[in-house]
């Protein structure tokens, strides 16, 4: 099942823009530190992040196994570490904190929080969701988040995200995304 969900993210996201976005923001980073995925799911972003940048990655999702870490990738000494937990990863700063498709799926009241550890652990958070402000677009989300993973979605407003982080000193830059009647939209924070 991972293995079709990879398929079919490569299918329905505009990822190959999206990685030339990244790399544009990612030069950018005089880091050593890994890069966070943050609702990693099938590593399609985790795998090209380490063999990319060659940068080890700390891929989270809840569905991983709660043992951790599981090394799932290695070449010339990059990792790809999985974790089910926050609390079970002990690293507090990233060079990239990156989530893809995961923030409409957080709790409302437990959005903000998230998004503040995120400004706290990173100066570079890229964000990839669906703009709630496309009706069609994200109900046609919702059903799809709805049907494929059995799950009730939240409504995702980039305006909102581009002013909490202005108020917490990043510069913003947004980017939309149409691809297969879905409102993408990429959401660079940086300082």
């Known amino acids: 099942m991972l293995n079709l969900r990879k398929i079919g993210r490569g299918f329905v996201l505009p990822h190959k823009k ?4 990244i790399d544009i923001f990612y030069k950018r980073v005089n880091s050593s530190s890994p890069i966070l995925d943050f609702g990693s799911g099938t590593l399609f972003w985790s795998e090209k992040f380490a063999s990319s940048y060659n940068k080890n990655v700390i891929a989270f999702d809840i569905l991983y196994s709660s043992t951790p870490p599981h090394t799932h990738f290695s070449n010339k000494n990059i990792l790809i570490k999985t974790y089910s937990s926050l609390d079970d990863i002990k690293i507090n700063n990233y060079s990239m904190i990156y989530t893809c498709d995961v923030l409409h799926h957080v ?15 990173s100066s570079l958070i890229i964000i990839k969701d669906i703009d709630a402000n496309d009706k069609i677009g994200n109900l046609q989300n919702k059903i799809h988040d709805l049907v ?29 995304l149409k691809k297969l009647g879905y409102p993408h939209f990429l959401l660079v924070a940086y300082k």
Not at 107 to 121: G, R, S, W
Not at 158 to 176: G, R
């Open 107 to 121: 709790e409302k009241d437990d959005l903000e929080n998230l998004l503040t550890k995120f400004a706290e652990l």
């Open 18 to 21: 999206i990685k030339r976005i």
């Open 148 to 176: 494929i993973n059995h799950q009730h979605v939240n409504d995702i407003d980039p305006a909102k995200l581009v002013t909490f982080f202005k108020n917490k000193n990043y510069k913003i830059k947004k980017f939309n």
